[in-house]
């Protein structure tokens, strides 16, 4: 199983950018996918998740400015980015919870960069 992540680059302050993530590979079910960020010096932080059910929690920081969503025929994750500020600036990173023929795993993308410049 794989996750590839794609959709990151250079925004100015206020503008969008929307990221997407996609599962590859032999699977049997997907359950919580998400997106995770990490800003130069900080530690990973969750950005979003959402559950094969599309319930959803957001991280204080980005509410009312981003938006998580899934296509489970494809096995993909986006994360809409509204409103960008500086501070959203960091490698965006996805992640899934993935039940295989191995059982369940924690599987993650191999980021991409977002940065948002005044």
């Known amino acids: 199983v794989q996750l590839q992540a794609s959709g990151g680059g250079l925004v100015q302050t206020g503008g969008s950018l929307r990221l997407s993530c996609a599962a590859s590979?032999?699977?049997?079910?997907?359950?919580?996918m998400g997106w995770y960020r990490q800003a130069p010096g900080k530690q990973r932080e969750l950005v979003a998740r959402?559950?094969?059910?599309?319930?959803?929690n957001y991280a204080d920081s980005v509410k009312g400015r981003f938006t998580i969503s899934r296509d489970n025929a494809k096995n993909t994750v986006y994360l809409q980015m509204n409103s960008l500020k500086s501070e959203d600036t960091a490698v965006y990173y996805c992640?899934?919870?993935?039940?295989?023929?191995?059982?369940?795993?924690?599987?993650w993308g191999q980021g991409t960069l977002v940065t948002v410049s005044s």
């Open positions: 992640n899934a919870d993935i039940f295989d023929s191995r059982g369940r795993g924690d599987y």
């Open positions: 590979g032999s699977m049997f079910n997907i359950n919580v």
């Open positions: 959402i559950t094969s059910t599309s319930y959803t």
